[in-house]
């Protein structure tokens, strides 16, 4: 996807760690647009960097050829890594390595002073947040006393708190339960949903992809891959050839059909499928 309403456009980017080695490279000639707005996920096994795309898009790491624009901003461009950083929230695998701060509160305040927010702005702001997220009851919590799924919670909060257009995660549900997960992944879909905000989901699991709007799929540092849950997930046999494997929903109709027993229509969770066995001349 590309056009004029593109938040995030790389250009054939690319990125390696190893500097005495350049030929070695993490991220391939990336070209790569989302729109305002978009749910965008990124998925691919361990070392096909989609990490390491994913600090790209505020400047923690920067192309040693092509290029990447925020808002119209090149990350290479240094008078505007703030601007860019301000745009971009970035939420890590492990909650404990973002927080600064005895209490949920001043967490959430670090960041809004490290922006210059004035201090008649902050507890709105902050408590706006937090009731995003459904912690405000934790308000003067210690955030390591917190569980993994409300830790993220609040280092969601964080990021809504500085009004970012767009929300990374990076692999941010990893360490946490069932549970866990799918209470972090209703937050970030209200933010989506109801303020429009921008999300780019870096992920391995991938039940967690079916209500995005798009999927691109990486291996070997370059993209392979993309299209919608319904169009991408028909592709079994090639993902799983990628070291991927496809939510339990999908999996169930392409074994159905590989014995022979066809259901209408494409469906990416259980109750669908469930539904359209029902509904089908398999029980008749």
């Known amino acids: 996807m590309s056009g004029a309403k593109s938040i995030v456009s790389m250009n054939n980017a690319?990125?390696?760690y190893d500097p005495a080695h350049p030929e070695n490279l993490a991220v391939k000639g990336v070209s790569l647009h989302v729109e305002r707005g978009e749910f965008l996920s990124i998925i691919g096994h361990n070392g096909s960097g989609k990490?390491?795309?994913?600090?790209m898009l505020n400047g923690l790491l920067l192309p040693v050829s092509g290029t990447v624009e925020v808002n119209g901003y090149q990350t290479t461009d240094e008078s505007h890594i703030w601007?860019?950083?301000e745009k971009v929230g970035m939420v890590f695998q492990n909650p404990d390595n973002q927080f600064v701060a005895p209490t949920v509160e001043d967490d959430i305040a670090f960041g809004l002073e490290n922006r210059g927010v004035p201090q008649d702005e902050m507890e709105g702001r902050i408590l706006d947040a937090l009731e995003k997220v459904d912690m405000t009851d934790f308000r003067f919590h210690e955030p390591n006393k917190l569980s993994g799924g409300q830790k993220q919670r609040v280092a969601i909060a964080?990021?809504?708190?500085?009004e970012p257009?767009?929300?990374v995660l990076d692999e941010a549900t990893a360490m946490l339960d069932p549970r866990g997960r799918a209470e972090v992944l209703e937050v970030v879909r209200k933010m989506n949903q109801i303020l429009g905000m921008t999300v780019i989901q870096?992920?391995?699991y991938l039940e967690e992809t079916l209500n995005?709007?798009?999927?691109v799929v990486m291996d070997q540092g370059q993209i392979v891959g993309e299209g919608t849950p319904e169009v991408l997930y028909q592709q079994v046999d090639w993902l799983r050839k990628l070291g991927l494997d496809v939510p339990f929903a999908c999996?169930?109709?392409f074994r159905l059909g590989a014995i022979g027993i066809r259901l209408p229509g494409y469906e990416t969770t259980s109750e669908g499928v469930l539904q359209a066995i029902w509904t089908s001349s398999l029980i008749k």
């Open 212 to 215: 995005s709007d798009r999927i």
């Open 251 to 253: 999996d169930l109709k």
């Open 202 to 204: 870096i992920t391995h």
């Open 165 to 167: 257009d767009i929300l």
């Open 51 to 55: 990490s390491t795309l994913a600090k």
């Open 158 to 162: 964080g990021m809504l708190a500085i």
């Open 83 to 85: 601007n860019i950083r």
């Open 14 to 16: 690319a990125f390696g």
